[in-house]
């Protein structure tokens, strides 16, 4: 290996590590957050648990090494596994999991689109000088890529239909008061908007409930 080769190696390991870091840090405020939990406490609090599992389950859909999201909350690689395999059970069971894991992951997918962090690499590149030799491999990386893809497809269908739950949550709570809306719209005139607003303050504080 050459000396640019050996310094290309280490810039590259280098990103993946910071890019780690970043992630990792921003998901778990997240999932703090939503979750209403300290992601690192060991208890088997509901919250706390679901965090953990989303936490897991996002970063290793992200490419991330197993024992890398372990070490961040305090668990083994073996431990991110089953969160893993326990992820689609749970959403599929569990209404108020699925909407946070969807938050969760829509929130975080905003954080990286916003502080331009790249996926994970899936496939390394090895045996390149003997790829014929180093088919076995690839067929197993492609199917790992595979599910990993189909995963994520499902991921997003989830993220969609919470997506679809907020709106009409939203659209119900326009709807509601849509009438009292329109009236403020047409009879508010221009410039007079401070004043309308005083008035109707007054008046909602001087109703008794």
């Keep these: 290996m050459t000396n640019q080769e050996k310094k290309n190696k280490t810039t590259k390991n280098k990103h993946i590590g910071t890019t780690f870091v970043s992630e990792s840090i921003y998901l778990l405020e997240i999932c703090e957050e939503i979750f209403q939990c300290n992601l690192k406490e060991r208890n088997r609090q509901k919250n706390n648990v679901n965090a953990r599992i989303a936490f897991g389950t996002i970063l290793r859909s992200r490419g991330h090494c197993l024992n890398d999201i372990g070490k961040c909350i305090n668990r083994d690689h073996a431990t991110i596994l089953h969160y893993n395999k326990i992820s689609e059970n749970y959403r ?13 992951k829509y929130k975080f997918k905003e954080k990286c689109a916003e502080i ?11 045996h390149k000088d003997n790829y014929h030799l180093a088919l076995p491999y690839y067929n197993k990386i492609l199917i790992d890529h595979i599910n990993l893809l189909n995963n994520q ?49 007054i008046f909602y504080n001087s109703m008794q409930y």
């Design 92 to 104: 599929n069971t569990d209404e108020e999991f699925k909407l946070k894991f969807q938050l969760t």
């Design 153 to 201: 497809k499902k991921e997003l269908s989830l993220e969609l239909e919470a997506l679809k739950v907020y709106k009409n949550i939203s659209t119900t709570s326009v709807s509601r008061v849509q009438n009292i809306i329109d009236i403020v719209k047409q009879r508010t005139r221009m410039g007079k908007e401070k004043e309308v607003e005083n008035k109707l303050n």
């Design 116 to 126: 331009n962090i790249e996926q994970a690499s899936i496939i390394e590149n090895k």
